[in-house]
């Protein structure tokens, strides 16, 4: 890398730490209590990777992420989903409209919500499978096929999907294949004591104010870019791998807790997840590459809804979160 490239690249790390830091801290002043769900947002953001976020009702999942927005100056659109919910409804449909003149007529394609940069599925598990795809084709292939014509999205896209963990009657759960294109799932818990007397202080129908887009959107594109570049040294790399090969029960690096737990295991594309996104953390904190404490840190986001427990694990209320806890500890010997 001649010099002059190695200064841009050096001004776009600082740029994307400045922004990352300006983010926490006004957010901070909207959310309280949820530092770690930021921190989290923040790296699937900052990695070009789609969300899965968890919680009970009135944890403000959804003003975070039209926070979020209001911080990005991205174009944000929120769909509720229902079970009536059809997938035109939210790749757009072609409508038949005639000319000026009145006398021809043809189909003219109407986009819908999904053409935006940041998504707000909300309450993704409450509509049937067949509008379930759409969305989910869209965040693979980032583009929407409508009548045989494909339409691209325009980068930045992401999104961030919320499911209600209880009140399952009438839902439809998310297959595992699907479940896997999301990089990171985020559990939200309730606020501490201390924080929830700090929350009851604030009107009930107080909204974010003052807030102001931080960078311009191609920026994020090329933030998403300087992560993919990053640096990883071989020994992060292969315990990567080492964490997700031992959530396989047939792998030969699984233990009989594994076994007796898990029915499948992490794939592939979850070692490439749990990279990308310790890097972003590991900018996060201000260095230039991954360690394998950036692992630990995110192999729960990374791991908890790629993996399959068995009636095993069921029966004895052993959840995917403690499993791959086992698996970061079994790594760190």
Same mark, same amino acid.
């Given at each position: 890398?001649?010099?002059?490239?190695?200064?841009?690249?050096?001004?776009?790390?600082?740029?994307?730490?400045?922004?990352?830091?300006?983010?926490?801290?006004?957010?901070?002043?909207?959310?309280?209590?949820?530092?770690?769900?930021?921190?989290?947002?923040?790296?699937?953001?900052?990695?070009?990777?789609?969300?899965?976020?968890?919680?009970?009702?009135?944890?403000?999942?959804?003003?975070?992420?039209?926070?979020?927005?209001?911080?990005?100056?991205?174009?944000?659109?929120?769909?509720?989903?229902?079970?009536?919910?059809?997938?035109?409804?939210?790749?757009?449909?072609?409508?038949?409209?005639?000319?000026?003149?009145?006398?021809?007529?043809?189909?003219?394609?109407?986009?819908?919500? =999904?053409? !935006?940069?940041?998504?707000?599925? %909300? $309450?993704?598990?409450?509509?049937?499978? /067949?509008?379930?795809? *759409?969305?989910?084709?869209?965040?693979?292939?980032?583009?929407?096929?409508?009548?045989?014509?494909?339409?691209?999205?325009?980068?930045?896209?992401?999104?961030?999907?919320?499911?209600?963990?209880?009140?399952?009657?009438?839902?439809?759960?998310?297959?595992?294949?699907?479940?896997?294109?999301?990089?990171?799932?985020?559990?939200?818990?309730?606020?501490?004591?201390?924080?929830?007397?700090?929350?009851?202080?604030?009107?009930?129908?107080?909204?974010?104010?003052?807030?102001?887009?931080?960078?311009?959107?191609?920026?994020?594109?090329?933030?998403?870019?300087?992560?993919?570049?990053?640096?990883?040294?071989?020994?992060?790399?292969?315990?990567?791998?080492? =964490?997700? !090969?031992?959530?396989?029960?047939? %792998? $030969?690096?699984?233990?009989?807790?594994? /076994?007796?737990?898990? *029915?499948?295991?992490?794939?592939?594309?979850?070692?490439?997840?749990?990279?990308?996104?310790?890097?972003?953390?590991?900018?996060?904190?201000?260095?230039?590459?991954?360690?394998?404490?950036?692992?630990?840190?995110?192999?729960?986001?990374?791991?908890?809804?790629?993996?399959?427990?068995?009636?095993?694990?069921?029966?004895?209320?052993?959840?995917?979160?403690?499993?791959?806890?086992?698996?970061?500890?079994?790594?760190?010997?």
């Amino acid at each position: 890398m001649n010099p002059e490239d190695l200064k841009a690249a050096e001004q776009g790390v600082a740029r994307l730490r400045e922004c990352c830091a300006t983010i926490q801290k006004q957010l901070a002043t909207v959310l309280i209590g949820q530092d770690e769900v930021v921190r989290l947002l923040l790296t699937g953001l900052m990695s070009g990777g789609h969300m899965l976020v968890i919680g009970v009702p009135g944890l403000a999942k959804t003003m975070m992420v039209k926070a979020l927005s209001d911080l990005l100056g991205w174009d944000f659109r929120r769909i509720q989903f229902t079970p009536d919910l059809m997938p035109a409804d939210i790749t757009g449909t072609e409508i038949l409209q005639a000319d000026e003149s009145g006398q021809r007529r043809s189909l003219v394609f109407h986009r819908g919500p =999904i053409f !935006a940069n940041l998504i707000l599925a %909300d $309450e993704i598990n409450r509509t049937p499978p /067949k509008t379930q795809a *759409a969305l989910l084709e869209a965040m693979q292939e980032l583009a929407v096929t409508v009548s045989g014509r494909t339409y691209p999205l325009a980068p930045p896209f992401i999104v961030v999907a919320t499911q209600n963990p209880i009140e399952q009657e009438g839902t439809y759960p998310l297959p595992e294949a699907q479940l896997d294109r999301f990089m990171l799932s985020i559990h939200v818990e309730y606020p501490s004591h201390a924080d929830e007397v700090e929350i009851a202080a604030l009107p009930i129908r107080a909204k974010s104010s003052g807030l102001t887009p931080l960078a311009k959107r191609e920026e994020f594109t090329h933030f998403i870019t300087i992560i993919d570049q990053m640096p990883v040294s071989r020994h992060v790399l292969e315990a990567a791998v080492g =964490i997700t !090969a031992a959530s396989r029960p047939k %792998d $030969e690096s699984a233990d009989e807790y594994v /076994k007796r737990y898990v *029915a499948w295991g992490a794939g592939p594309r979850a070692t490439q997840h749990l990279v990308t996104a310790s890097k972003a953390s590991a900018l996060l904190d201000g260095r230039p590459t991954p360690e394998i404490s950036d692992l630990k840190r995110m192999a729960v986001p990374v791991l908890r809804h790629r993996l399959v427990a068995n009636y095993n694990a069921l029966g004895e209320g052993i959840e995917s979160d403690a499993i791959v806890r086992h698996l970061v500890e079994k790594v760190g010997k």
